[in-house]
């Protein structure tokens, strides 16, 4: 089963575990267009590997094998992020099927769940915690 890791755990770990390392499963348009977690701080960059590809949002056959072209191992702590927790899930499970031990699903994702007005960032998620992002 793979554990949902709130955001700012997830930050913690990125500061403190030199083996930790954030995914981002979404698009290009969505790290183009809503913005990407800033791990500066941390020493690290986010791995830009979709899921899904845009526009017809197939599924990134070449996924697991993606993840071992970027230097991730096996013993690897792998945190997964997508907009709202979703993709991310299913990309941890995956990568988990593939043979990574650690894998992550961050709660809430990049944006979060909707508000009452449907707009996200505000509710949940990386976003909503105030941890480091910027705009492409």
Not at 66 to 82: R, V
Request: contains cysteine.
């Amino acid at each position: 089963m793979i554990q949902h890791i709130p955001p700012v755990q997830t930050w913690q770990a990125l500061l403190n575990d030199p083996d930790a390392q954030l995914v981002d499963v979404r698009t290009d348009a969505e790290w183009n267009f809503v913005g990407l977690t800033d791990l500066v701080e941390a020493g690290k960059q986010p791995l830009l590997i979709s899921w899904q590809i845009y526009p017809a949002m197939q599924i990134n056959e070449t996924f697991a094998q993606d993840l071992a072209d970027a230097g991730l191992l096996a013993d690897h702590h792998i945190y997964f992020l997508c907009r709202s927790g979703a993709r991310s899930l299913s990309a941890a499970t995956c990568a988990a099927a593939a043979g990574f031990l650690h894998v992550y699903n961050i709660a809430g994702g990049f944006e979060g769940d909707p508000d009452a007005k449907g707009h996200r960032g505000k509710l949940n998620g990386w976003k909503a915690a105030s941890l480091p992002w910027r705009q492409r």
